[in-house]
């Protein structure tokens, strides 16, 4: 104990750092425990696409949607959901959701936006295009 009171009175800074970094860790960790949104594996929406017919929505730019997309994806953007224009997802509410973005990082408040907007079941893909594609999981071009 005495050594740790001694770095943080030699490092000010850097404790501060860690301390930063502890509590920026907790709350992301207890927000994701406490959210209706799951997470799930790129099998999971492999298994939802097939079986229970889910929709996946991906967020990316329009330029970035046409490089490489999971197949039968709509193409939204966030500030849309944020605007409540849902276009061809509105018709889609009763069926799972699978919200994609780039990397997975970007995607939660779409998620959570979809649930307050009535959608009854949404996903979140880890680590979003950018682990389907490292998967070497098929991407659709064009559209």
Known sequence: MQE????????????IAWVGLLIAVLYTTFKGLTSKVKVITR??????????????????Q?????R???THSLNVLPTEIKNGSF??????????VIVVDA??????????????????RVYLLKEGIAGWSGENL??????
């Not at 017919?53 to 990316?60: E, F, H, P, Q, S």
């Not at 329009?62 to 046409?66: A, G, Q, T, V, W």
């Open 138 to 143: 098929p991407l659709i071009r064009g559209k």
């Open 62 to 66: 329009r330029d970035d949607f046409r």
């Open 87 to 96: 276009g061809e997802l509105e018709k889609h509410k009763t069926k799972p």
């Open 4 to 15: 740790i009171m001694q770095f943080v009175s030699r490092h000010p800074i850097l404790s």
């Open 43 to 60: 099998g999971e929406v492999t298994n939802l696409i097939n079986k229970e017919d889910a929709v996946v929505v991906d967020l990316r």
């Open 103 to 120: 990397n997975g990082m970007a995607s939660q408040e779409s998620a959570t936006l979809l649930m307050k907007a009535g959608f009854e």
């Open 68 to 70: 490489g997309h999971i």
